[in-house]
């Protein structure tokens, strides 16, 4: 048990998948996990543990932004061993050919600041995904995934569209909330990560995803991102 985490040792499968929003967590044990068992709910979030295809997975949410996914990363790792961490999560894409429903697989993630700027200081560090779990995810979505880099903000409601369009510019596919800090934590603890994520909307065309149609779309993530932990 941990400042953030009820579960007891033991409980908590070395390969997570986590997902920002608790519910999504459930959700996802509910339809992927077989005798999947509530391990965490401290300040209600929520973590599951069960079996898919005989492997142990945990999926468990992290919140929204760098800053909450970073306490459950770090409790995940350094308190209960977790070894392979992979994102499932929504994004707003950048560009053009990008499309909602779209699933994308991190290469990299840039970011202004977070959680572990402190400690670079004057360095610009790279975090990226881990190779192999990104090519075994790219294999697992048949080659209609997206692949390349992202951007981690921590604000949702950004008005700066000339950053936007530089990102663009720039061949950034998305931006979301967490994937910066993740792979950073996983290089810091020498563990293996992973962000595959769904466009949900579209920054330069205001489209969305609606509501009825998003569960299918976050159903094909998560099958990607359970081939690439296991296969």
Request: hydrophobic letters at 45%; one cysteine or more.
């Amino acid at each position: 048990m941990t400042f953030h985490i009820g579960a007891a040792v033991g409980q908590i499968a070395e390969t997570v998948l986590l997902p920002g929003d608790p519910y999504r967590a459930r959700w996802a044990a509910q339809r992927f996990l077989e005798g999947a068992e509530l391990v965490n709910d401290v300040r209600g979030m929520l973590g599951y543990t069960g079996r898919w295809r005989g492997h142990h997975v945990t999926i468990h949410g992290t919140g929204m932004g760098q800053p909450s996914l970073s306490i459950y990363v770090n409790e995940l790792i350094r308190d209960y061993g977790a070894k392979t961490l992979i994102r499932i999560g929504s994004c707003g894409a950048l560009q053009e050919n990008l499309k909602v429903r779209d699933i994308i697989l991190a290469q990299a993630a840039s970011t202004i600041c977070g959680p572990s700027s402190t400690i670079f200081r004057e360095v610009n560090f790279a975090p990226v995904a881990d190779f192999i779990l990104l090519a075994k995810a790219f294999a697992a979505a048949e080659g209609k995934a997206h692949v390349g880099g992202i951007l981690t903000s921590d604000t949702f409601y950004d008005e700066r569209e000339d950053l936007s369009e530089q990102l663009k510019r720039h061949g950034c596919l998305a931006i979301e909330m967490e994937t910066a800090e993740l792979y950073t934590l996983a290089a810091r603890y020498q563990r293996r990560a992973l962000s595959v994520l769904t466009v949900s909307d579209h920054i330069l065309t205001g489209e969305a995803l609606p509501a009825d149609q998003r569960e299918q779309s976050f159903a094909d993530m998560v099958e990607i991102a359970l081939h690439a932990a296991f296969d």
